[in-house]
């Protein structure tokens, strides 16, 4: 189980975070997945104060088609804060993931971010021009897997960074990397100046379940009573994107049953760029050597649909089931 004490692995790091009740704002980079979600409930059983919070959410498709997300992603985001009564901001680079993959002499696009009042802010869009038409590799940040950088983490650094509200620390910014995921998520600090950190504004990033097993992160879920992403429950063992590029075979055959419209579309563009997302493998290749999770019709509904209705906190006397989707590694990262 978690414990509050488990903070002093980022206390004593070489990078030490203040008391938490000091930070002006604690900002949760929130995706809908299992750490991300351990992240909230630790900071309340810390003692974080709900008006500290905020959940942040960056739109890897920006605001247009779903296309490599889940179709419910962002509306079980906003029903998981209001559950919760915390804030939720979105942020997006403009055309999303399809635009980035497209680049062919162009500047990146623009990032757009949900204000405190309602407002939308612009920033960004500056660079060199770059020709990409490429799907992100299936290696880490440096070697070519642009998908995070460019559509969540720098999202979130621009709306940081020209959102007046945030001009002031200090600022705590949390995200859900595990040590055990992978070898190299195993070196990440505990704590770290965050790259929005300056002279000026004390910023400070947090790997919040870091030193968590997956069983206490399913463990700490449990004991708040949250109905996770229901791609859980369709057996994917991780909420990032539905056809994320880490999908192992299994994942892949289960992307063609759900949705075959678009894998297909996927099939075609590796076919176009004329380079697979996995080496010497095509989509197509993986998905015929996997085989396809049990996926019962009501629960792909909820999947792909765009609204999300059901409590995220069990009612009193609904019993919490682990879902299928639990320890299955299905993938990646690195």
């Known amino acids: 189980m978690c414990q509050p004490s488990l903070f002093d692995s980022a206390a004593t790091s070489k990078h030490s975070l203040l008391p938490l009740s000091e930070y002006r704002k604690i900002i949760i980079s929130f995706s809908g997945g299992k750490d991300s979600t351990a992240c909230v409930l630790r900071c309340l059983d810390l003692g ?53 993959m497209f680049r062919e002499q162009t500047k990146t696009a623009p990032v757009r971010f949900e204000r405190a009042d309602g407002t939308i802010g612009e920033a960004g869009g500056e660079g060199p021009l770059v020709t990409r038409l490429l799907w992100p590799q299936v290696a880490g940040i440096r070697n070519g897997r642009w998908c995070t950088p460019k559509l969540k983490i720098d999202v979130a650094a621009v709306a940081l960074n020209n959102d007046p509200a945030y001009a002031e620390g200090p600022l705590l910014f949390v995200t859900g990397e595990r040590w055990d995921e992978s070898t190299p998520r195993s070196k990440i600090p505990a704590a770290e100046p965050h790259r929005c950190h300056t002279s000026r504004r004390r910023v400070d990033h947090w790997h919040g379940a870091c030193d968590l097993k997956e069983a206490d992160v399913w463990e700490l879920i449990r004991r708040h009573r949250v109905r996770v992403h229901p791609a859980y429950y369709l057996g994917w063992g991780r909420v990032s994107c539905l056809a994320c590029i880490f999908g192992d075979y299994n994942q892949w055959a289960s992307v063609r049953e759900l949705v075959p419209a678009l894998f297909d579309r996927i099939a075609g563009y590796e076919q176009r760029f004329g380079k697979t997302i996995k080496q010497r493998l095509s989509v197509v290749n993986q998905a015929d050597r996997g085989e396809a999770f049990a996926m019962p019709v009501e629960l792909r509904a909820k999947a792909l649909s765009t609204d999300y209705t059901d409590p995220i906190l069990l009612p009193d006397g609904e019993e919490w089931v682990l879902p299928p989707g639990a320890f299955r590694r299905c993938g990646g990262p690195t």
């Open 48 to 100: 974080v104060r709900p008006d500290q919070l905020e959940l942040w959410h960056q739109d890897v498709d920006g605001r247009e088609e779903p296309f490599m997300d889940w179709p419910v992603t962002p509306a079980y985001c906003r029903a998981f804060a209001a559950a919760f009564g915390l804030p939720l901001r979105f942020q997006w680079r403009v055309g999303g993931f399809v635009r980035e």
